[in-house]
């Protein structure tokens, strides 16, 4: 993806990649850090950063609208803070990974 999109802006280096990813993605950052390492090593790309940021869990209660998370998984088995439901909650963040910033000459 992201050589495509610096391509289709006629930049040939990519500098710097920020993913953003959901604390559920089951995203394991160390692998994405070494196979990001092996796929630009050896290329016009070599010298370029990977950024990874974390987005917290973020749960709507169904049953008050109480939003509510945390910053990981636990989030999940938190009861609503608002009417002390366990079940049912609603994941509006938390399982999304997102190429959102491309840095390139």
């Not at 630009?40 to 990977?50: N, P, S």
């Not at 950024?51 to 939003?67: D, T």
Request: glycine share 10%; with cysteine; hydrophobic share 45%.
């Amino acid at each position: 993806m992201a050589e495509e999109e610096i391509a289709r802006r006629d930049c040939t280096r990519l500098l710097a990649a920020r993913v953003e990813y959901g604390a559920l993605a089951g995203l394991m950052p160390e692998a994405l850090h070494c196979c990001f390492e092996a796929i630009i090593r050896g290329t016009a790309h070599e010298q370029a950063r990977l950024e990874l940021v974390c987005l917290p869990v973020r749960l709507r209660c169904p049953f008050c609208g109480a939003i509510f998370g945390g910053d990981s998984q636990d989030a999940l088995a938190t009861p609503c803070p608002g009417c002390g439901e366990l079940f049912g909650h609603i994941v509006e963040q938390g399982k999304e990974m997102i190429l959102s910033r491309l840095e390139a000459l």
